[in-house]
């Protein structure tokens, strides 16, 4: 069993799945480190869902290399991201710009969340609905079913 | 218990506090009608999956691509300022390319304006049996293994089409194949506007 260790360890980190090649990669280490970095700040154009670290579409591999060509050649982070999107607009920013069009994405939840709190709110202040007293009849009707229930067995 | 009931407990709700009822059901419809919009714009075509392009009016990349081994000269940027030109990404693993073929080979045909190919991710053995196989349409084609080019033009899939003007600006991007309904009207009556 112990010797089983090692695979179930190598079985959790391969969770994270990504999908540069070896051959792709810098042999810099902090410059590899930045290349994913930027990677990941990427939206894949043909995927729409993954990143272009996480993407094995041919043009997310092909947008991998020129993000390490880019690095090479001395651009910034920030360069690199600003490059693809003038060609492919704000939708390859993973992370959507703070903007007009965007507001409702980054206070959605927040707006959702106020309401939900409000209604809570409201319904704790009012003391809530099952403060009501029952009727004498219902009384009645409750006791005759606890003694049903009572003779039952 | 409490004792302090109000009396109206036992009445209907007074008519001010409904709206917390009738708020979820706003919001639905609400919702039902953006749905019911996305998906009639699906039905009329509206491609929700497309990127909008930003590269629309203005200054097209550079580039420096090589000729198809045995096919003319490279395509370079350089060479093609001053003329009106459509420029197409292709490739001989696009199906869609397939589809799109004749439609190409109609435009060259029409003189109205020349078209340079990009074959895009290509083996250039295969590239040019696509060309000798169904005619060949383009003027010059250059080669772009690395998508370096394709990625300058923001390009997401084969084939996608370009018209560039005299100024070397992009006017006009075709995502998908050219329709004869894109090229009659809308591409051929912008290349004779952009000839002027």
Request: aromatic share 2%.
């Given at each position: 069993m112990k010797r089983l260790i090692p695979l179930f360890a190598a079985l959790l980190i391969s969770g994270a799945a990504f999908a540069v090649e070896p051959s792709e990669?810098?042999?810099?280490?902090?410059?590899?480190?930045?290349?994913?970095?930027?990677?990941k700040q990427i939206r894949c154009v043909q995927?729409?869902?993954?990143?272009?670290?996480?993407?094995?579409?041919?043009?997310?591999?092909?947008?991998?290399?020129?993000?390490?060509?880019?690095?090479?050649?001395?651009?910034s982070n920030e360069q690199i991201v600003g490059y693809m999107v003038d060609r492919y607009g704000d939708y390859v920013r993973l992370q959507p710009r703070f903007m007009s069009s965007t507001l409702i994405l980054w206070f959605g939840p927040l707006i959702f969340l106020l309401l939900g709190g409000l209604a809570v709110a409201s319904r704790l202040k009012r003391g809530g609905d099952a403060a009501e007293p029952l009727t004498p009849e219902?009384?009645?009707?409750?006791?005759?079913?606890?003694?049903?229930?009572?003779?039952?067995? | 218990m409490t004792e302090t009931v109000p009396s109206s407990a036992q009445s209907p709700a007074p008519r001010g506090k409904r709206w917390p009822y009738v708020l979820p059901l706003v919001i639905l419809l609400a919702l039902g009608g953006?749905?019911?919009?996305?998906?009639?714009?699906?039905?009329?075509?509206?491609?929700?999956?497309?990127?909008?392009?930003?590269?629309?009016?203005t200054p097209m990349p550079s580039f420096d691509l090589p000729a198809l081994p045995g096919r003319g000269e490279a395509?370079?940027?350089?060479?093609?300022?001053?003329?009106?030109?459509?420029?197409n990404f292709w490739g001989s693993w696009c199906i869609a390319c397939a589809a799109e073929h004749a439609m190409l080979l109609d435009i060259a045909a029409s003189?109205?304006?020349?078209?340079?190919?990009?074959?895009?991710?290509?083996?250039?053995?295969?590239?040019l049996k696509w060309l000798t196989q169904r005619g060949d349409p383009y003027a010059k084609v250059g080669q772009d293994p690395q998508s370096k080019t394709a990625i300058a033009f923001g390009v997401v899939a084969a084939p996608e089409t370009f018209l560039i003007d005299k100024q070397g600006v992009i006017r006009y991007k075709q995502t998908g194949p050219i329709t004869q309904e894109d090229w009659h009207k809308k591409i051929?009556?912008?290349?004779a506007q952009l000839k002027k």
């Open positions: 990669m810098l042999k810099d280490p902090a410059l590899e480190a930045r290349a994913r970095e930027v990677s995927c729409q869902n993954e990143t272009i670290d996480e993407s094995h579409a041919e043009i997310a591999r092909d947008m991998r290399v020129l993000v390490r060509e880019r690095i090479l050649a001395g651009d219902e009384e009645a009707a409750l006791a005759s079913l606890n003694d049903s229930g009572e003779k039952a067995p | 953006i749905f019911a919009k996305r998906l009639l714009d699906v039905e009329n075509g509206v491609d929700p999956s497309l990127i909008p392009t930003v590269l629309l009016n395509l370079k940027s350089d060479d093609l300022k001053g003329q009106v030109f459509l420029i003189g109205d304006a020349p078209i340079h190919g990009v074959d895009w991710r290509d083996e250039p053995a295969l590239g051929q009556p912008l290349i």
